[in-house]
């Protein structure tokens, strides 16, 4: 059975950083495009980044480019999100997906995406 079980969230203030970890079992992701995604209070989840199979190409949504940095350890089946210059407007609850076959590069859709983890919550105080 696959299992996406995401961490590292916390209560940080404004300007500082957090890394997620993504940990994957069940199933050996290092053929696969990894994503994150976040859902704040009363919003739709939203794309975040993602990583190609091979860790060679980054894709991120204009509100995070330049302040997260997303990457894979496949010996460790784990995807990371690394994020800096926090902002209050950051907080929500991040979740981690597996790119389906559906999947193409660059697509910002969740329907795009399986295999869902719980989430990890971050909060960024002003």
């Known amino acids: 059975q696959v299992q996406l079980v995401e961490s590292g969230g916390g209560l940080v203030q404004a300007g500082g950083s957090l890394r997620l970890s993504c940990a994957a079992s069940?199933?050996?992701?290092?053929?696969?495009?990894m994503g994150w995604f976040r859902q704040a209070p009363g919003k739709e989840r939203e794309y975040v980044a993602a990583?190609?199979?091979?860790?060679?190409?980054?894709h991120y949504a204009d509100s995070v480019k330049g302040r997260f940095t997303i990457s894979r350890d496949d010996a460790k089946n784990t995807v990371y999100l690394q994020m800096n210059s926090l902002k209050p407007e950051d907080t929500a609850v991040y979740y981690c997906?597996?790119?389906?076959?559906?999947?193409?590069?660059?697509?910002?859709?969740?329907?795009?995406?399986?295999?869902w983890g719980q989430g990890t919550q971050v909060t960024v105080s002003s």
């Open positions: 990583i190609n199979w091979s860790g060679t190409s980054t």
């Open positions: 069940g199933r050996t992701f290092n053929r696969y495009p």
């Open positions: 997906a597996v790119g389906s076959q559906a999947f193409s590069w660059g697509s910002t859709t969740e329907d795009e995406f399986e295999y």
